[in-house]
């Protein structure tokens, strides 16, 4: 079970500072999930070029956002806003006579305050 899903609001937790120029810090909602890599809404943002072609005599820049490493980001977690571990529990439901293993997510709370 991946404990990170698309439309999850994650953090990014390592990089360059945003005083550098980096990322880490920002939160976003993840758009797309790449194997082992994810795209975050407004998080490695980078700039192409568009060739002119047959069509278009110009060239053209468009900004778009490029994937990075899942270990890269955490949850966040809805209540308090905070980047936080998560945890997958297991609980076996029965339906009319029917055994099912269902794995839910949770965010895991520290043990100190925030």
Known sequence: ???IRKGDLVQVISGRSQEKGG???KQGAVLQIL???VVVEGVNVRTKRTRAG???KSTESVQAEAPIHISNVQLV???TKVPTRV???V???TEDGVTKTVRTRFA???GKDI
């Open 23 to 25: 990322d880490r810090g």
């Open 35 to 37: 194997g082992e890599r």
């Open 87 to 89: 945890g997958v529990r």
């Open 91 to 93: 609980e076996q439901v």
């Open 77 to 79: 977690d809805p209540e």
């Open 54 to 56: 047959l069509n278009t």
């Open 1 to 3: 079970m991946q404990r």
């Open 108 to 110: 895991k709370k520290s």
